[in-house]
């Protein structure tokens, strides 16, 4: 009556359970191994079990029933590492994907040696923690773009400079700034209306975005109607050539501003690079490009303008309206 009862409860087990003798034959195989592999306990007990799986003879999973069997010791498979080491299926007369699986191997038994493997299906918890990973990551991903111009935001530049100048000091390679900011935005704000004003910021955002053709080069916007643009691993001579790129971009809009000296929406930009000697700390670099943008301003607008420290290696500085 009590065995029985216990093959009743070993039945119902909603997890697989295989105990293997200590010839690595099967000495049991419950309801729930039935349901997923497909095969009858009929079919599998007495087995030598690496015949049933021979894809474990090798596998971790073989290890470990031999360290239980010769040695004593228990083992509980990674989830990341050995996500479906058995080939158990919802369905086993239609095999698609293997479930998920968490596997514990333990010895049981002193004078013969038997082990005793426990496999529990993860798979509903695997997908929900794959969603909530997809949902977090869509989340930061939310959180570190700018609502209106999709491009990154001031939270995402703060984390990126930080990063990129600890990476260029490390690897002793240059990083360039760019802080570009719309000419006479005021104006056109106050002649076209807020809502143009954020279409038009729109427009200057994704010309400037798809001018940049590093994929680790990144566009920010800094706040209001200034972008900054972060170029790691380039030197100062291309930092301002891709400025000026970004520069004729926005011109090519052929956006109409009726009240700037222009008649067309345009920006200035200001170039700063580090290199060793130059700047101790980020904040100096973007300093030193916002002291450029301030010249370019002072030029007469959309221009392009390098920090002061590299101007003596450049000579090239783009003229306004050119
Ligand atoms: N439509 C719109 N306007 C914005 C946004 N953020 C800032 N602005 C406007 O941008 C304008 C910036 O004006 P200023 O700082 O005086 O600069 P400016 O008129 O571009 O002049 P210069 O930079 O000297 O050429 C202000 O009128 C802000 O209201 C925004 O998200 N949408």
Same mark, same amino acid.
């Given at each position: 009556?009590?065995?029985?009862?216990?093959?009743?409860?070993?039945?119902?087990?909603?997890?697989?359970?295989?105990?293997?003798?200590?010839?690595?034959?099967?000495?049991?195989?419950?309801?729930?191994?039935?349901?997923?592999?497909?095969?009858?306990?009929?079919?599998?007990?007495?087995?030598?079990?690496?015949?049933?799986?021979?894809?474990?003879?090798?596998?971790?999973?073989?290890?470990?029933?031999?360290?239980?069997?010769?040695?004593?010791?228990?083992?509980?498979?990674?989830?990341?590492?050995?996500?479906?080491?058995?080939?158990?299926?919802?369905?086993?007369?239609?095999?698609?994907?293997?479930?998920?699986?968490?596997?514990?191997?333990?010895?049981?038994?002193?004078?013969?040696?038997?082990?005793?493997?426990?496999?529990?299906?993860?798979?509903?918890?695997? =997908?929900?923690?794959?969603?909530?990973?997809?949902?977090?990551?869509?989340?930061?991903?939310?959180?570190?773009?700018?609502?209106?111009?999709?491009?990154?935001?001031? =939270?995402?530049?703060?984390?990126?400079?930080?990063?990129?100048?600890?990476?260029?000091?490390?690897?002793?390679?240059?990083?360039?700034?760019?802080?570009?900011?719309?000419?006479?935005?005021?104006?056109?704000?106050?002649?076209?209306?807020?809502?143009?004003?954020? +279409?038009?910021?729109?427009?200057?955002?994704?010309?400037?975005?798809?001018?940049?053709?590093?994929?680790?080069?990144?566009?920010?916007?800094?706040?209001? +109607? +200034?972008?900054?643009?972060?170029?790691? +691993?380039? =030197?100062?001579?291309?930092?301002?050539?891709?400025?000026?790129?970004? !520069?004729?971009?926005?011109?090519?809009?052929?956006?109409?501003?009726?009240?700037?000296?222009?008649?067309?929406?345009?920006?200035?930009?200001?170039?700063?690079?580090?290199?060793?000697?130059?700047?101790?700390?980020?904040?100096?670099?973007?300093?030193?490009?916002?002291?450029?943008?301030?010249?370019?301003?002072?030029?007469?607008?959309?221009?392009? =303008?390098?920090?002061?420290?590299? !101007?003596?290696?450049?000579?090239?500085?783009?003229?306004?309206?050119?």
């Amino acid at each position: 009556m009590k065995d029985k009862l216990l093959l009743d409860a070993f039945s119902a087990l909603s997890l697989g359970v295989i105990l293997v003798d200590a010839h690595y034959r099967i000495a049991l195989w419950n309801a729930w191994l039935e349901a997923h592999t497909g095969r009858a306990a009929s079919d599998t007990v007495g087995e030598d079990f690496f015949t049933v799986f021979p894809d474990l003879a090798y596998h971790r999973v073989g290890d470990a029933i031999r360290q239980a069997i010769g040695h004593n010791l228990s083992a509980l498979l990674s989830q990341s590492l050995h996500r479906s080491p058995f080939p158990l299926y919802a369905e086993p007369a239609r095999p698609t994907a293997r479930l998920s699986q968490a596997v514990t191997i333990v010895p049981l038994g002193d004078a013969e040696r038997y082990c005793l493997i426990q496999i529990v299906d993860v798979t509903a918890a695997v =997908r929900r923690e794959s969603l909530l990973r997809d949902q977090a990551h869509e989340l930061l991903a939310q959180s570190l773009s700018d609502g209106l111009t999709g491009v990154g935001n001031r =939270r995402y530049f703060d984390i990126c400079i930080e990063r990129e100048w600890r990476a260029s000091k490390r690897n002793n390679k240059s990083l360039s700034l760019l802080i570009i900011d719309v000419d006479y935005f005021k104006l056109y704000n106050d002649c076209y209306g807020h809502q143009r004003g954020d +279409e038009c910021l729109q427009q200057i955002a994704a010309a400037m975005r798809s001018a940049l053709e590093n994929p680790n080069d990144i566009l920010f916007r800094y706040g209001g +109607e +200034e972008f900054c643009a972060l170029l790691p +691993e380039t =030197r100062s001579a291309d930092a301002v050539e891709l400025a000026e790129k970004l !520069r004729t971009r926005v011109q090519m809009l052929d956006l109409p501003h009726i009240s700037s000296p222009d008649g067309i929406i345009s920006v200035s930009i200001g170039v700063a690079s580090h290199c060793q000697k130059n700047h101790t700390e980020y904040g100096q670099l973007i300093q030193s490009a916002d002291n450029a943008l301030y010249e370019a301003k002072r030029a007469g607008r959309n221009s392009v =303008r390098v920090s002061a420290t590299f !101007r003596k290696f450049m000579p090239f500085q783009s003229a306004p309206g050119v």
